[in-house]
């Protein structure tokens, strides 16, 4: 059984441009969650998503961010026009069933560094 | 306002000594409290979780101890290893529609 994945591992973007990242969860896993860490931080909750649906985006910056999770297919977290304050490590982890453990798997993460 | 608050910083353990981490919270709706573990590199790892109807869970060489009164839990690693240097996070949850609250986290070197 895969873990979660995400990719790329590593993207560069120049200021202005668009960045998208994605994440692939668990199998039979429906939850996702994104988190941004910085360097020598820890990890901050962004946006929360089931299929379709954003259950909880309180944690994602009201302009320039956005996050979808389609029927079919990756999640995607989607940051338009990057600056360099946008240069961190964004994490998604999965859970299989709400109220269930809460187990929150993570993948290896994207490294997203502005220039 | 930061709801979980991690300490020490940094942590350097002699290979066979005893890795003790703690983590307060605030908000008492929190009833999960999970732990990671995170090398250079790499996304966090699932290392062991505790709920509040227990004072302490073991699993191997790690042990949380759980004190809902003080609102603190705490991580002990017996006999560290040198593989056990790791960056290390709490982490706490409510049950429902809630994401997870990481503490800073704690570096821990392990040296021999």
């Known amino acids: 059984n895969a873990g979660v994945m995400q990719n790329p591992r590593h993207l560069v973007r120049r200021r202005g441009q668009e960045a998208r990242l994605r994440c692939s969860p668990m199998?039979?896993?429906?939850?996702v969650y994104w988190y941004r860490q910085l360097p020598e931080e820890g990890l901050k909750f962004m946006v929360y998503?089931?299929?379709?649906?954003?259950?909880?985006e309180s944690g994602m910056p009201k302009e320039r961010f956005s996050a979808e999770f389609p029927k079919e297919g990756p999640s995607i977290l989607r940051i338009q026009q990057v600056v360099r304050g946008d240069s961190a490590a964004y994490f998604c982890?999965?859970?299989?069933?709400?109220?269930?453990?809460?187990?929150?798997?993570f993948g290896p993460g994207t490294r997203l560094t502005v220039t | 306002q930061q709801q979980v608050k991690q300490s020490p910083q940094s942590l350097i353990v002699q290979k066979g000594g005893i890795s003790i981490i703690n983590c307060a919270y605030e908000n008492t709706a929190f009833d999960y409290f999970p732990w990671y573990q995170q090398f250079p590199g790499k996304g966090p790892a699932l290392l062991i979780a505790?709920?509040?109807?227990?004072s302490e869970k073991k699993e191997g060489r790690f042990t949380i101890s759980f004190n809902k009164s003080a609102k603190q839990f705490s991580l002990h690693i017996m006999d560290s290893q040198p593989g056990d240097s790791a960056t290390y996070f709490c982490?706490?949850?409510?049950?429902?529609?809630?994401?997870?609250?990481f503490g800073k986290g704690t570096r821990l070197s392990v040296i021999a």
């Open positions: 982490a706490a949850s409510s049950s429902g529609n809630t994401p997870l609250v």
């Open positions: 982890a999965s859970s299989p069933t709400l109220g269930q453990g809460l187990q929150q798997y």
């Open positions: 505790i709920r509040p109807d227990v």
């Open positions: 998503l089931q299929k379709e649906n954003i259950i909880d």
């Open positions: 199998k039979g896993h429906s939850h």
